[in-house]
C-alpha cells in the first residue's frame, strides 16, 4: 500500500525552497525509489509559526510513517518537530538553540535564493524562532546530525556539543552547503527506516 510507506520530510534552510540542491538529490535518487521511500518535498513559509503549522498537518496526518530531514534552519524545526512527536530526524549543518541569537541581525527585507520572491524577516518571526528552543532533547538517540566543520555560515562546534548524546557525522572539510550530501544517503536512511 503506498499510503503505508515511510514518508521523509525534506525541510529546507532559511531563503531556500524544495529546489535546492539536496532536496532535489533526495527526490531523484535511486536508492530512495528502491526502498519504497516517499520524499515530500515542500516550500515552507517564511513566517516559522506558520512553517511548523504546515509541517504539523502533514505529520499528524501520517505519524507512524513520517521522519524529518532537515538542513540548516530546516534542522531546528526537524529537531524541534522530532522532540515533539517523537520522530526520528536527520539534521544536516543544522541551526541549534545557541545560533538563534545570531539570526537577530537578519530582521529585515530578503530575497529568496530559488524563486527571487521579497520578504520580510520581520522581529516577531525572529521572536517565533526563539519559541522553537528545545534545550535538552526528550530521546537523543532519534536525531542524527551531520556536520561539516568548515560550514562558514554557522559555527558547528555548538551543533556537536547540542547533539553530545545523540549520533553525529562529522567532517573536517566542507561547507554550509554540504557538498558530498549523496555519499551519506545511505547511512541516513538507514537510520530513519
Known sequence: MLEDRLKIIYLHGFNSSSKSRKAQI??????????GIEI?????????KKAIL?????IVKNLKKVSLLGSSLGGLYATFLSDKYNLKSVT?????PSHLIDMKPLIGEH???HNNEKYEF???????????KVKKLKNPLNHFCFIKLNDEV?????????????????????????LGFESKLPLIL????
Do not use: T, W
Open 122 to 132: 520581520s522581529k516577531e518571526m525572529f521572536n517565533d524562532l526563539l519559541l522553537l
Open 154 to 178: 554557522i559555527d558547528q562546534k555548538e551543533a556537536i556539543k547540542y547533539f553530545a548524546k545523540g549520533n553525529l557525522n562529522i567532517d573536517y572539510e566542507g561547507s554550509h552547503e554540504y
Open 40 to 48: 515530500v518535498l515542500i516550500d515552507l513559509p517564511n513566517s516559522p
Open 26 to 35: 533526495l527526490k531523484k535518487s535511486k536508492l530512495v525509489r528502491s526502498l
Open 92 to 96: 544536516i549543518n543544522p541551526v541549534v
Open 54 to 58: 504546515q509541517i504539523e498537518k502533514i
Open 190 to 193: 538507514d537510520f530513519l527506516l
Open 111 to 113: 530575497v529568496n535564493f
